[in-house]
């Protein structure tokens, strides 16, 4: 059962930035996660959201900003109706060759025993992802994700007020 709210169809934004530490990550993907949860996701989508947040943040902090003393990574959220999209941008180093590193394995510090899946990841746990970069500039990931609303309830102003 689907319960609109009279603002539920507008476009709903959260936008985040925070420091290139390590640390940030979870901040990251736990403040997705409270974003889209207006729309009452399954435990496996929140679980998806964090993860593909979580690679991208950490694609950012480990490759963008590498021998970097600061750096900024902001992450921009949209709902509109049941879609989620995620942007993470940073000013970072960029990307020469996108082709190559959304390959699977694929990795530039290898030095750190890095898997090279992180772009596999985002692909295989978002609907969507979109990748623009430019060396010595940075680099933003765009993730979307349709989101299951079948059992949101919201109030008249369009926030979830429970969780079935």
Do not use: W
């Not at 921009?76 to 940073?90: A, G, N, P, Y």
């Not at 079948?150 to 109030?155: L, M, N, Q, S």
């Amino acid at each position: 059962m689907l319960i609109r709210g009279r603002n539920m169809d507008r476009v709903q934004k959260m936008s985040i930035e925070f420091g290139c530490e390590p640390a940030n990550e979870g901040f990251a993907r736990v403040s997705v996660a409270a974003f889209a949860a207006r729309l009452n996701p399954t435990i496996e989508e929140v679980s998806d959201i964090k993860m593909a947040v979580s690679e991208a943040v950490t694609n950012s902090i480990i490759h963008g900003y590498y021998q970097m003393e600061h750096g900024r990574i902001c992450v921009e959220c949209q709902i509109e109706r049941d879609m989620l999209t995620v942007c993470i941008k940073d000013n970072g180093r960029g990307i020469p060759d996108i082709k190559k590193a959304m390959e699977p394995m694929y990795t530039t510090r290898p030095e750190l025993e890095r898997s090279g899946l992180g772009f596999a990841f985002m692909q295989t746990f978002m609907d969507d992802v979109s990748v623009e970069s430019t060396p010595g500039k940075g680099t933003i990931v765009k993730m979307t994700k349709k989101l299951t609303k079948e059992k949101a309830i919201t109030d008249d102003i369009g926030m979830a007020v429970g969780y079935n």
